[in-house]
């Protein structure tokens, strides 16, 4: 049972490999509101279900986005925990062999966009 369960994890290692080292960063070729709602739900996602809203005109101009997480406060306008004051995370829009990814910067985690059309960002 030990030698089924490393050949797998071996098996799973050796075919994976780092999008991130092998993609473009990349804009959207055209961009709708179904594009944005699809992108929205996979970052919300990618950030443990944190709804997020984007601007319509996401991923057309440049292919990083910052989001910067939402604070406590009181119902005194008090922060809370002042001491967790959480860094913006920053989300990536790359292509690779014709397909779209979405990269969370902080963590590495890249998803497929199998939805959206996108090219490669040559500024």
């Known amino acids: ?5 490393y050949y797998i994890s071996a098996l799973l290692m050796g075919c994976s490999f780092n999008i991130s080292e092998h993609s473009a960063h990349a ?7 179904e594009s944005r709602h699809y992108i929205e739900q996979i970052i919300g996602n990618l950030r443990n279900s944190q709804a997020v809203k984007l601007a319509d005109n996401v991923f057309t101009k ?3 986005i910052t989001i910067a997480r939402k604070q406590a406060w009181s119902d005194t306008h008090v922060l809370l925990n002042e001491r967790d004051i959480s860094v913006p ?3 990536t829009l790359l292509i690779h062999n014709q397909k779209c ?10 998803r497929l966009l199998s939805r959206i059309k996108c090219k ?3 500024y």
């Open 1 to 5: 049972m030990k030698f089924k369960a």
């Open 62 to 64: 440049k292919s990083t």
């Open 27 to 33: 804009l959207l070729i055209t961009p709708s509101i």
């Open 101 to 110: 990814y979405i990269r969370h910067n902080q963590t590495e985690i890249v």
């Open 120 to 122: 490669e960002n040559i």
């Open 89 to 91: 995370e920053t989300f």
